[in-house]
């Protein structure tokens, strides 16, 4: 069961879903720049995004307080701030996400999607 948020809970966990986005967005720069996202490594990059989730959520958890029952809501919260962010960024500043934009918005596209299902998953298990 989700149990709503009060304003600073959700106020901390946009704030939190905007600092995470950038994070990744400068990890992921620092990944294109290497070339680990050419080839087949970026399957291993990909992998690499759930414990990167995982963190994450930790992170969101602990800073807005959220009761076991809110973590699902919150990391929804957290990834909607991430990629409201991400489309401004890509309209905006593509370069933020290295020589190749394309995959690094992929890669935080797919970290996104990570880090809901860890989120549920945390979710479940209280």
Do not use: C, E, K
């Amino acid at each position: 069961m989700t149990h709503p948020f009060t304003p600073s809970q959700l106020a901390r966990l946009i704030a939190t879903g905007l600092v995470l986005w950038l994070i990744a967005a400068l990890m992921i720069h620092g990944v294109n720049a290497v070339g680990a996202l050419r080839g087949m490594a970026w399957v291993a990059v990909y992998l690499l995004t759930f414990p990167l989730g995982w963190t994450f959520v930790v992170t969101g958890r602990i800073v807005a307080g959220l009761a076991p029952g809110q973590i699902l809501g919150g990391v929804a919260v957290m990834t909607a701030a991430a990629v409201m962010a991400d489309g401004v960024a890509l309209r905006l500043i593509p370069w933020l996400y290295g020589s190749d934009p394309m995959a690094g918005a992929a890669l935080l596209l797919f970290g996104g999607g990570a880090g809901l299902a860890v989120g549920y998953w945390m979710n479940r298990a209280g």
